[in-house]
């Protein structure tokens, strides 16, 4: 039983990351834009595809896998560049419903385009070599996994020191938190904020990039991790790394103790503390100071 | 330096500016007095275009700004000090004047920041302070520098005295007259108070009902003392 709780937790914390490198994202283009991307699945998932086209279906070689990574990060990155020029700057002033209809079509777009360029098949996609072995430490772990977890806490270190500590993290924050005194005050307001959506875009395809080994790669890859991302941005308070980070921890180990203690009842759990948060600390567990 | 020629404002349908003209030299230092709703405001962010929609022609440097945003005329060298005053709660008081610095014009030498701050007691022991946790009054300080951090060629001050103890007004109009001076800044001051928009410049306009009713220098004021009372009082 012990072994079972253990193993439960390892699981719990590796989906946590998971759900984590998606939000990550999510949650600045909220914090700059104020815009719920409901096309954020999507991108992940094209970033997916991207680097499968560039790794292949046989397992490569770790830096191999991490530049074809990269590279769907820039590629998705540039599209996001794109989607602000062209749709998310123009919904800064329009009710929510436009934001919701607009970014969903953005989701239809993207998933019809990527049915066009990719097609329908299914792939089984291999993490490469070296990772693909397991260790014993009590439980066994894959070294994917642990991978992983250590790109979440990457990620989440480099954001939040980025954000908090250097000059051009702080320009962003201002411009985020208060648009109409950074503009009066000589910032240049909106290429900062096409710089910062580019960039949570382009986290988007690291994480389609980084998670695509160990899975089915398809079109509903994007709906996989994308509830509980979603879950994580509003229980972590919207527009807040931080809270993302903790949200994804506690959804990914609900998740995870749902279906070892609950098998019959999956996503039960996590539904239940979605409410409860709502209900209790409707601003998140890590509200924005302004 | 500015000149403004038939400008009229308008929210949404309010007219709220009509035919407004007046003119500044470099350095120049004009009072904007009116009562409560007369329009002080709506003509700052006018200037800076920052809210109200604008029509006719206003004039910086000799240039029509035209349609030019608030951060490309905030690099022209106008800086605008709103009345709620818009402290960056997530900065310290340090790096709120840095980053009006590095928004402002890159033409004019900088004030070096340690000596702007130490201009103002009260924001001495808050160099290191976020925004979020200062006093109102101490927020109001802090805009206020943050104005003068950018050495603008005209800063636009709207009402710094709210909020402040009579002591610390005193110290304030002579600290912004005195930065003025110094750092070559000239000043548009909308103000409630007679006594602070004295010390701080030299001539004054007094707008009723977003209409100019009166212009001249502060001796001019005195001899229409009568007159323009009318449009003050309530
Ligand atoms: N955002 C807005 N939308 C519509 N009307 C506005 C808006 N802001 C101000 N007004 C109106 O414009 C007029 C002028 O307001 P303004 O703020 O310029 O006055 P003010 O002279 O600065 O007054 P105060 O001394 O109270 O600050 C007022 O009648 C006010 O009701
Ligand atoms: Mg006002």
New interface residues.
């Given amino acids: 039983m012990t072994a079972q709780i253990a193993f439960a937790a390892a699981n719990g914390i590796v989906l946590g990351m998971a759900v984590f490198l998606v939000a990550a994202g999510l949650t600045l283009v909220f914090g700059i834009l104020k815009v719920f991307n409901f096309a954020h699945g999507s991108f992940f998932m094209i970033g997916a595809y991207i680097a499968h086209a560039i790794t292949g279906q046989d397992p490569s070689s770790l830096p191999y896998f991490l530049f074809a990574a990269f590279v769907a990060a820039l590629a998705v990155g540039a599209m996001g560049i794109a989607t602000d020029t062209l749709v998310l700057r123009r919904l800064s002033s329009v009710a929510n419903d436009y934001t919701l209809i607009a970014t969903f079509a953005i989701l239809l777009l993207c998933d019809g385009a990527t049915k066009m360029v990719f097609g329908q098949d299914i792939y089984a996609v291999y993490p490469p070599a070296v990772l693909d072995q397991t260790m014993d430490v009590g439980i066994l772990l894959t070294y994917y996994s642990v991978f992983i977890v250590a790109c979440g806490i990457i990620v989440f270190v480099l954001l939040e020191l980025g954000l908090n500590r250097l000059w051009f993290g702080?320009?962003v924050?201002?411009v985020a938190?208060?648009p109409?005194?950074?503009?009066?005050?000589?910032?240049?307001?909106q290429r900062l904020k096409l710089v910062s959506v580019g960039v949570s875009f382009a986290l988007a395809g690291l994480a389609g990039g980084l998670l695509v080994a160990n899975q089915s790669l398809s079109l509903s890859l994007g709906h996989s991790y994308l509830l509980l991302a979603f879950n994580s941005v509003i229980v972590g308070g919207l527009g807040s790394i931080r809270g993302a980070f903790v949200a994804a921890l506690i959804f990914g180990l609900f998740e995870s103790f749902n279906s070892l203690l609950l098998p019959s009842m999956p996503g039960t759990v996590s539904y239940m503390v979605l409410i409860a948060v709502i209900l209790l600390k409707p601003e998140g567990l890590f509200p924005e100071?302004? | 330096m500015l000149e403004l020629e038939g400008v009229n404002a308008f929210y949404d349908q309010s007219h709220i500016l009509h035919d407004i003209g007046f003119s500044m030299e470099e350095g120049g230092r004009v009072a904007i007095l009116g009562r409560n709703g007369a329009g002080k405001t709506t003509l700052l962010k006018s200037i800076?275009n920052?809210g109200p929609r604008v029509q006719g022609g206003i004039r910086f440097k000799s240039r029509a700004l035209a349609n030019a945003?608030?951060?490309e005329r905030?690099?022209l060298g106008l800086?605008?000090v709103?009345e709620d005053r818009?402290v960056?709660?997530?900065?310290t008081s340090y790096?709120n004047l840095k980053?009006?610095q590095?928004?402002?014009?890159p033409e004019r030498e900088k004030v070096p920041i340690d000596d702007l701050i130490g201009r103002f007691p009260m924001l001495v022991p808050l160099r290191n302070r976020p925004g979020?946790q200062m006093s109102g009054g101490q927020q109001q300080m802090l805009a206020v520098a943050?104005g003068i951090a950018?050495r603008p060629h005209i800063m636009l001050l709207d009402e710094p005295t709210e909020g402040l103890a009579p002591v610390i007004v005193a110290e304030l109009a002579h600290e912004v007259a005195a930065c003025c001076r110094d750092y070559g800044i000239g000043l548009l001051l909308a103000e409630q108070s007679i006594w602070f928009s004295r010390q701080c410049t030299e001539r004054v306009l007094v707008i009723d009902t977003g209409r100019i009713v009166f212009s001249g220098s502060w001796q001019d004021f005195d001899e229409n003392a009568e007159r323009v009372q009318r449009h003050l009082a309530i």
Wanted: charged share 25%.
């Fill in positions: 702080k320009l924050q201002t938190r208060d109409w005194m950074a503009g009066v005050i000589g910032l240049r307001v100071r302004t | 800076m920052a945003s608030p951060d905030a690099r800086a605008f709103p818009r960056f709660g997530h900065l790096e980053i009006a590095y928004g402002a014009s979020s943050r950018a």
